[in-house]
């Protein structure tokens, strides 16, 4: 990977359940942001996180960023089947803003 | 819909052509993003332009090129193709560089070398 890694890979959970993706990346940055994407679809943006912040909220969404450990994560509460997707985090390199690097993605199943 | 419009959606094209794949950004937007993707697997960043102007370069193959032009659109220019170039192609853009600002993307460009 270019920049990040994100693990699990792949996530399978019951409806109704959290689960927590987690994203880890390699050099030090200015924000860092999650996408999500549905099967061959594009990326849609869901949260930015700023290097100076340690958690946003949004809606069912809570990102945290630990950049002394160089990792953030993503939990989604309360999980409905419309979440099954594909989660990638995003960072922005602090030498190189304009280089925007993509993890390898979680893929997350929702089961009824 | 995000604004940004990739063409073509869908190619199929034999090993050794060359193919360029368009995207227009969203309105106002003056950053564009290529990304390639292939099966499954996360987004490889190829190169970005600002304002016609190239500001970063990924793992982008000698064999691949893009250009910005004074409107803004984009064309990505892959030539010598190989089986190994089938991917889907995003474009996405966004107002300025970073990610201070979201990217948009578009649906894709997906491409199939046979």
């Known amino acids: 990977s270019q920049q990040g890694e994100e693990d699990p890979q792949a996530l399978s959970i019951q409806e109704g359940e959290n689960a927590t993706m987690n994203c880890s990346y390699k050099?030090?940055?200015?924000?860092l942001q999650w996408y999500r994407q549905n099967s061959g679809r594009g990326l849609v943006h869901l949260i930015l996180?700023?290097?100076?912040?340690r958690e946003k909220h949004s809606g069912r969404l809570r990102v945290t960023l630990d950049t002394s450990k160089k990792s953030s994560s993503l939990l989604i509460t309360a999980s409905r089947a419309a979440d099954t997707a594909s989660y990638f985090c995003?960072?922005?390199?602090?030498?190189?803003?304009?280089?925007?690097?993509f993890g390898s993605g979680t893929r997350l199943s929702i089961r009824p | 819909d995000s604004g940004v419009t990739q063409t073509p959606k869908h190619l199929i094209t034999a090993t050794g052509q060359r193919v360029t794949l368009r995207c227009s950004p969203r309105?106002?937007?003056?950053?564009v993003y290529w990304y390639q993707q292939s099966l499954d697997q996360g987004l490889q960043f190829l190169i970005q332009?600002?304002?016609?102007?190239?500001?970063a370069k990924g793992n982008i193959l000698e064999r691949f090129s893009a250009q910005q032009f004074p409107d803004l659109h984009s064309e990505l220019n892959l030539s010598s193709l190989e089986l190994g170039d089938s991917a889907l192609y995003f474009c996405?853009?966004?107002?300025?560089?970073?990610?201070?600002?979201?990217?948009?993307f578009g649906e894709g460009s997906r491409l199939t070398v046979l």
């Open positions: 996405a853009s966004s107002i300025g560089t970073g990610l201070t600002g979201e990217l948009f």
């Open positions: 050099t030090s940055i200015n924000n």
């Open positions: 996180i700023r290097s100076n912040e």
């Open positions: 995003a960072t922005d390199g602090y030498s190189s803003a304009s280089k925007i690097i």
């Open positions: 309105s106002g937007d003056l950053s």
């Open positions: 332009y600002y304002n016609g102007e190239e500001r």
